[in-house]
Protein backbone atom coordinates (compact mmCIF):
# COMPACT_ATOMS: atom_id res chain seq x y z
CA UNK A 1 0.00 0.00 0.00
CA UNK A 2 1.70 3.76 -0.94
CA UNK A 3 2.37 6.11 1.57
CA UNK A 4 0.83 9.55 0.84
CA UNK A 5 2.57 12.32 2.11
CA UNK A 6 0.67 15.44 3.70
CA UNK A 7 2.02 19.19 3.64
CA UNK A 8 4.06 19.77 6.28
CA UNK A 9 3.38 22.73 8.74
CA UNK A 10 5.76 25.19 7.76
CA UNK A 11 4.74 24.86 4.21
CA UNK A 12 0.78 25.32 5.28
CA UNK A 13 2.17 28.74 7.07
CA UNK A 14 3.54 29.50 4.41
CA UNK A 15 0.94 28.78 1.84
CA UNK A 16 -1.34 31.30 4.58
CA UNK A 17 0.87 33.93 4.44
CA UNK A 18 1.45 34.26 0.59
CA UNK A 19 -2.83 33.96 0.35
CA UNK A 20 -2.42 36.41 2.89
CA UNK A 21 -0.38 38.81 0.79
CA UNK A 22 -2.45 38.39 -2.24
CA UNK A 23 -5.62 38.63 -0.56
CA UNK A 24 -4.31 42.18 1.14
CA UNK A 25 -3.72 43.37 -2.21
CA UNK A 26 -6.76 42.40 -4.23
CA UNK A 27 -8.30 44.34 -0.68
CA UNK A 28 -6.24 47.59 -1.47
CA UNK A 29 -6.90 47.87 -5.51
CA UNK A 30 -10.49 47.45 -4.52
CA UNK A 31 -10.83 50.14 -2.09
CA UNK A 32 -8.42 51.66 -4.34
CA UNK A 33 -10.64 51.52 -6.99
CA UNK A 34 -13.67 52.29 -4.62
CA UNK A 35 -12.30 55.77 -3.90
CA UNK A 36 -11.04 56.50 -7.41
CA UNK A 37 -14.75 55.95 -9.18
CA UNK A 38 -16.26 57.75 -5.82
CA UNK A 39 -14.01 60.56 -6.68
CA UNK A 40 -14.64 60.32 -10.79
CA UNK A 41 -18.95 60.65 -10.09
CA UNK A 42 -18.50 63.33 -7.74
CA UNK A 43 -16.33 65.32 -10.17
CA UNK A 44 -18.51 64.49 -12.82
CA UNK A 45 -21.55 65.77 -11.12
CA UNK A 46 -20.31 68.61 -10.30
CA UNK A 47 -19.16 69.07 -14.11
CA UNK A 48 -22.56 68.22 -15.30
CA UNK A 49 -24.33 71.12 -12.78
CA UNK A 50 -21.71 73.57 -13.74
CA UNK A 51 -22.11 72.81 -17.58
CA UNK A 52 -26.35 72.61 -17.30
CA UNK A 53 -26.48 75.71 -15.33
CA UNK A 54 -24.66 78.10 -18.10
CA UNK A 55 -26.29 76.58 -20.56
CA UNK A 56 -29.80 77.21 -19.12
CA UNK A 57 -28.85 80.84 -18.22
CA UNK A 58 -26.72 81.46 -21.65
CA UNK A 59 -29.70 80.69 -23.77
CA UNK A 60 -31.89 82.99 -22.27
CA UNK A 61 -29.56 85.96 -22.32
CA UNK A 62 -28.41 85.58 -25.85
CA UNK A 63 -31.97 86.13 -26.92
CA UNK A 64 -32.24 89.43 -25.34
CA UNK A 65 -32.73 92.55 -27.63
CA UNK A 66 -34.72 90.20 -30.22
CA UNK A 67 -38.16 91.72 -30.57
CA UNK A 68 -39.12 89.75 -34.13
CA UNK A 69 -40.15 92.13 -36.57
CA UNK A 70 -40.91 95.00 -34.17
CA UNK A 71 -38.19 97.85 -35.49
CA UNK A 72 -39.10 100.48 -32.95
CA UNK A 73 -36.32 101.61 -30.29
CA UNK A 74 -38.39 100.95 -27.48
CA UNK A 75 -42.05 100.85 -26.36
CA UNK A 76 -44.50 103.67 -26.04
CA UNK A 77 -47.96 104.29 -25.09
CA UNK A 78 -48.16 105.01 -29.35
CA UNK A 79 -46.92 101.65 -30.46
CA UNK A 80 -47.57 99.33 -27.82
CA UNK A 81 -50.45 97.65 -25.48
CA UNK A 82 -49.82 94.82 -23.22
CA UNK A 83 -51.33 93.39 -19.86
CA UNK A 84 -51.11 95.08 -16.32
CA UNK A 85 -48.19 93.14 -14.66
CA UNK A 86 -49.13 90.42 -12.74
CA UNK A 87 -49.33 90.40 -8.71
CA UNK A 88 -46.10 89.83 -6.64
CA UNK A 89 -44.63 90.68 -10.43
CA UNK A 90 -40.35 90.92 -9.98
CA UNK A 91 -38.90 94.21 -10.51
CA UNK A 92 -35.95 96.66 -9.96
CA UNK A 93 -36.48 100.43 -10.78
CA UNK A 94 -39.12 102.06 -13.11
CA UNK A 95 -40.42 100.65 -16.15
CA UNK A 96 -38.90 96.89 -14.95
CA UNK A 97 -41.80 94.66 -14.62
CA UNK A 98 -43.13 91.86 -16.48
CA UNK A 99 -44.31 94.39 -19.40
CA UNK A 100 -43.98 97.41 -20.79
CA UNK A 101 -45.90 100.15 -18.15
CA UNK A 102 -46.60 103.86 -18.77
CA UNK A 103 -43.53 105.62 -17.00
CA UNK A 104 -41.25 108.06 -18.77
CA UNK A 105 -38.22 105.52 -19.21
CA UNK A 106 -37.07 102.85 -21.54
CA UNK A 107 -38.15 99.06 -20.93
CA UNK A 108 -35.56 96.95 -18.94
CA UNK A 109 -34.86 93.68 -20.47
CA UNK A 110 -31.63 92.82 -18.77
CA UNK A 111 -31.21 93.75 -14.97
CA UNK A 112 -29.72 92.41 -12.08
CA UNK A 113 -29.17 93.07 -8.38
CA UNK A 114 -27.22 91.90 -5.59
CA UNK A 115 -29.20 90.28 -2.63
CA UNK A 116 -28.18 92.12 0.44
CA UNK A 117 -31.04 90.29 2.21
CA UNK A 118 -33.30 87.42 1.52
CA UNK A 119 -35.39 90.02 -0.05
CA UNK A 120 -34.06 90.91 -3.86
CA UNK A 121 -36.27 91.84 -7.16
CA UNK A 122 -39.21 92.57 -5.23
CA UNK A 123 -40.46 88.84 -5.78
CA UNK A 124 -37.41 87.03 -4.33
CA UNK A 125 -37.64 86.37 -0.59
CA UNK A 126 -35.33 83.03 -0.26
CA UNK A 127 -32.08 85.00 -1.66
CA UNK A 128 -28.90 83.79 -0.40
CA UNK A 129 -27.78 86.86 0.58
CA UNK A 130 -24.34 88.42 -1.12
CA UNK A 131 -25.25 86.42 -4.35
CA UNK A 132 -26.80 88.34 -7.46
CA UNK A 133 -29.96 88.01 -9.34
CA UNK A 134 -30.55 88.33 -12.86
CA UNK A 135 -33.93 89.54 -14.71
CA UNK A 136 -34.43 88.84 -18.43
CA UNK A 137 -37.27 89.30 -20.96
CA UNK A 138 -36.87 87.85 -23.88
CA UNK A 139 -38.59 86.25 -27.12
CA UNK A 140 -38.05 82.51 -26.99
CA UNK A 141 -36.53 82.36 -30.79
CA UNK A 142 -38.79 80.13 -32.64
CA UNK A 143 -41.62 82.13 -34.66
CA UNK A 144 -44.88 80.46 -34.01
CA UNK A 145 -46.73 79.84 -37.28
CA UNK A 146 -49.98 78.33 -35.69
CA UNK A 147 -52.30 78.80 -32.65
CA UNK A 148 -53.62 76.41 -30.40
CA UNK A 149 -55.59 76.25 -27.14
CA UNK A 150 -52.28 74.49 -25.56
CA UNK A 151 -50.35 77.78 -25.77
CA UNK A 152 -52.97 79.40 -23.12
CA UNK A 153 -50.70 79.19 -20.03
CA UNK A 154 -48.02 81.55 -21.18
CA UNK A 155 -47.35 85.23 -22.85
CA UNK A 156 -46.68 86.43 -26.22
CA UNK A 157 -45.62 89.00 -28.55
CA UNK A 158 -47.25 90.18 -31.92
CA UNK A 159 -44.88 91.88 -33.46
CA UNK A 160 -45.37 94.15 -36.48
CA UNK A 161 -43.22 97.29 -38.33
CA UNK A 162 -44.05 99.95 -35.96
CA UNK A 163 -46.53 98.05 -33.22
CA UNK A 164 -45.89 95.75 -30.72
CA UNK A 165 -48.80 93.79 -28.69
CA UNK A 166 -48.02 91.51 -25.67
CA UNK A 167 -50.45 89.44 -24.79
CA UNK A 168 -51.70 85.83 -22.81
CA UNK A 169 -52.24 82.43 -24.59
CA UNK A 170 -55.88 82.54 -23.40
CA UNK A 171 -57.15 85.76 -25.55
CA UNK A 172 -54.88 85.18 -28.73
CA UNK A 173 -56.24 81.69 -29.26
CA UNK A 174 -59.30 84.51 -30.13
CA UNK A 175 -56.83 87.14 -31.42
CA UNK A 176 -57.08 88.08 -35.28
CA UNK A 177 -53.51 88.53 -36.33
CA UNK A 178 -52.65 90.82 -39.19
CA UNK A 179 -51.38 88.74 -42.21
CA UNK A 180 -47.50 90.79 -41.93
CA UNK A 181 -47.39 90.95 -38.39
CA UNK A 182 -44.90 87.43 -36.26
CA UNK A 183 -45.82 85.82 -33.16
CA UNK A 184 -43.58 85.02 -30.34
CA UNK A 185 -43.56 83.29 -27.45
CA UNK A 186 -42.54 85.69 -24.85
CA UNK A 187 -40.96 85.03 -21.07
CA UNK A 188 -39.63 86.83 -18.34
CA UNK A 189 -37.31 84.85 -15.96
CA UNK A 190 -35.20 85.63 -12.66
CA UNK A 191 -32.58 83.77 -11.53
CA UNK A 192 -31.58 83.27 -8.33
CA UNK A 193 -29.87 81.68 -5.25
CA UNK A 194 -31.47 80.21 -2.54
CA UNK A 195 -30.43 77.98 0.54
CA UNK A 196 -32.75 74.82 0.77
CA UNK A 197 -32.93 71.72 3.27
CA UNK A 198 -33.00 68.46 1.53
CA UNK A 199 -32.76 65.22 2.61
CA UNK A 200 -30.10 62.82 1.18
CA UNK A 201 -29.40 59.08 2.74
CA UNK A 202 -31.57 60.04 5.41
CA UNK A 203 -29.95 63.09 6.54
CA UNK A 204 -31.21 66.39 6.60
CA UNK A 205 -28.57 68.75 4.78
CA UNK A 206 -28.23 72.49 4.05
CA UNK A 207 -27.70 72.52 -0.06
CA UNK A 208 -27.45 75.76 -2.74
CA UNK A 209 -29.93 75.90 -5.64
CA UNK A 210 -30.31 78.23 -8.82
CA UNK A 211 -34.26 79.05 -9.10
CA UNK A 212 -36.04 80.39 -11.07
CA UNK A 213 -39.24 83.09 -11.47
CA UNK A 214 -40.92 82.35 -14.16
CA UNK A 215 -43.70 84.40 -15.86
CA UNK A 216 -46.97 82.38 -16.40
CA UNK A 217 -50.81 83.04 -17.21
CA UNK A 218 -52.77 80.95 -14.56
CA UNK A 219 -50.15 81.59 -11.71
CA UNK A 220 -48.26 84.65 -12.15
CA UNK A 221 -44.95 84.92 -11.15
CA UNK A 222 -44.13 80.90 -10.53
CA UNK A 223 -40.76 79.69 -9.21
CA UNK A 224 -39.12 76.03 -9.90
CA UNK A 225 -35.69 74.78 -8.56
CA UNK A 226 -33.50 74.64 -11.96
CA UNK A 227 -30.22 73.26 -10.66
CA UNK A 228 -28.98 71.73 -7.16
CA UNK A 229 -25.49 72.45 -6.03
CA UNK A 230 -25.02 76.32 -7.34
CA UNK A 231 -23.58 77.97 -4.53
CA UNK A 232 -23.08 81.52 -5.56
CA UNK A 233 -23.69 83.42 -8.74
CA UNK A 234 -21.54 86.52 -9.86
CA UNK A 235 -22.34 89.12 -13.11
CA UNK A 236 -19.72 90.97 -14.87
CA UNK A 237 -21.50 93.31 -17.90
CA UNK A 238 -19.49 94.66 -20.62
CA UNK A 239 -20.39 98.15 -21.00
CA UNK A 240 -19.83 100.02 -24.67
CA UNK A 241 -19.63 103.55 -23.13
CA UNK A 242 -18.42 105.21 -26.63
CA UNK A 243 -20.91 103.84 -28.82
CA UNK A 244 -18.44 102.52 -30.90
CA UNK A 245 -19.70 98.61 -30.79
CA UNK A 246 -16.79 97.48 -28.54
CA UNK A 247 -17.07 96.75 -24.73
CA UNK A 248 -14.83 99.29 -23.26
CA UNK A 249 -15.82 98.55 -19.49
CA UNK A 250 -16.53 95.57 -17.33
CA UNK A 251 -19.04 96.67 -14.46
CA UNK A 252 -20.32 94.19 -11.28
CA UNK A 253 -23.81 94.54 -10.92
CA UNK A 254 -22.95 97.02 -7.71
CA UNK A 255 -21.06 98.92 -9.98
CA UNK A 256 -23.93 99.09 -12.20
CA UNK A 257 -25.89 102.64 -12.81
CA UNK A 258 -29.26 103.45 -13.93
CA UNK A 259 -28.14 105.02 -16.75
CA UNK A 260 -26.56 101.94 -17.70
CA UNK A 261 -29.62 100.04 -17.51
CA UNK A 262 -31.71 102.48 -19.57
CA UNK A 263 -29.16 102.44 -22.21
CA UNK A 264 -29.73 98.65 -23.00
CA UNK A 265 -27.86 98.90 -26.10
CA UNK A 266 -24.73 99.58 -24.28
CA UNK A 267 -24.61 96.25 -22.53
CA UNK A 268 -22.97 93.64 -25.49
CA UNK A 269 -21.86 91.27 -23.27
CA UNK A 270 -22.64 89.20 -20.04
CA UNK A 271 -19.76 87.20 -18.08
CA UNK A 272 -21.62 84.71 -15.66
CA UNK A 273 -19.11 83.22 -12.56
CA UNK A 274 -21.21 80.06 -10.36
CA UNK A 275 -19.40 78.41 -8.17
CA UNK A 276 -20.88 74.58 -7.42
CA UNK A 277 -20.28 72.46 -4.86
CA UNK A 278 -21.23 68.67 -3.72
CA UNK A 279 -24.09 68.24 -2.33
CA UNK A 280 -22.97 66.30 0.80
CA UNK A 281 -19.23 66.39 2.59
CA UNK A 282 -16.39 63.99 1.94
CA UNK A 283 -15.05 62.80 5.29
CA UNK A 284 -12.27 61.67 3.49
CA UNK A 285 -11.65 64.78 1.08
CA UNK A 286 -8.16 66.65 2.12
CA UNK A 287 -7.72 70.09 0.06
CA UNK A 288 -4.95 72.15 0.63
CA UNK A 289 -6.70 75.22 -0.84
CA UNK A 290 -10.03 75.97 -0.75
CA UNK A 291 -10.08 79.24 -1.65
CA UNK A 292 -12.59 80.43 -4.63
CA UNK A 293 -12.26 83.46 -6.60
CA UNK A 294 -15.19 84.40 -8.75
CA UNK A 295 -14.20 87.38 -11.12
CA UNK A 296 -10.76 88.88 -12.02
CA UNK A 297 -11.76 92.38 -11.76
CA UNK A 298 -10.79 94.56 -9.05
CA UNK A 299 -14.06 94.14 -7.06
CA UNK A 300 -13.54 90.28 -7.53
CA UNK A 301 -15.79 87.29 -5.29
CA UNK A 302 -13.51 85.59 -3.04
CA UNK A 303 -14.71 82.77 -0.97
CA UNK A 304 -12.70 80.64 1.46
CA UNK A 305 -13.98 77.52 3.03
CA UNK A 306 -12.93 74.86 5.85
CA UNK A 307 -15.34 72.31 5.36
CA UNK A 308 -15.07 68.75 3.45
CA UNK A 309 -17.21 69.76 0.21
CA UNK A 310 -15.85 69.36 -2.98
CA UNK A 311 -15.98 73.14 -5.24
CA UNK A 312 -15.76 74.12 -8.87
CA UNK A 313 -16.01 77.77 -10.20
CA UNK A 314 -17.52 77.63 -13.79
CA UNK A 315 -17.43 80.52 -16.09
CA UNK A 316 -18.43 81.67 -19.21
CA UNK A 317 -19.02 85.06 -21.66
CA UNK A 318 -21.97 85.63 -23.02
CA UNK A 319 -22.54 87.74 -26.25
CA UNK A 320 -25.54 89.95 -26.34
CA UNK A 321 -26.23 89.93 -30.42
CA UNK A 322 -29.47 92.02 -30.55
CA UNK A 323 -27.88 94.94 -28.23
CA UNK A 324 -25.63 97.51 -29.35
CA UNK A 325 -25.21 99.57 -32.18
CA UNK A 326 -24.47 96.88 -34.66
CA UNK A 327 -27.40 94.62 -33.88
CA UNK A 328 -28.70 91.75 -35.84
CA UNK A 329 -32.15 92.46 -36.69
CA UNK A 330 -34.78 89.62 -38.36
Known amino acids: MKKSNGFTLLEVMISLFIGGL ?20 MIGELQETGRLALTIMQRDIEQIGFWGTFYETGFTDDNSTSPSNPSGDCSGGLNNGSFPDTEPT ?9 ATSSTVLSC ?18 NQLLVKTSALSNKYYFIAELEKAEFISGTNLVSKTINSNATLWPYSHHVYYIANES ?3 NGKTVSVPVLRRKRLTVSGGITDEAIMEGVEDLRLLFGIDTTADGRVNQYRSTNEMRDS ?11 QLFILVR ?4 DADLSL ?43
Open 124 to 141: VTNAKSQTDAIQLKFLEG
Open 288 to 330: TNQTYTLGHDTNKRVHTFSDKYRRTVFSTTVRLNNMGVNLWRM
Open 22 to 41: ILGGVMLTYLSMKVTTRDTM
Open 278 to 281: SLEE
Open 198 to 200: LVI
Open 260 to 270: DWENGNAILTV
Open 106 to 114: NFRPIYAQL
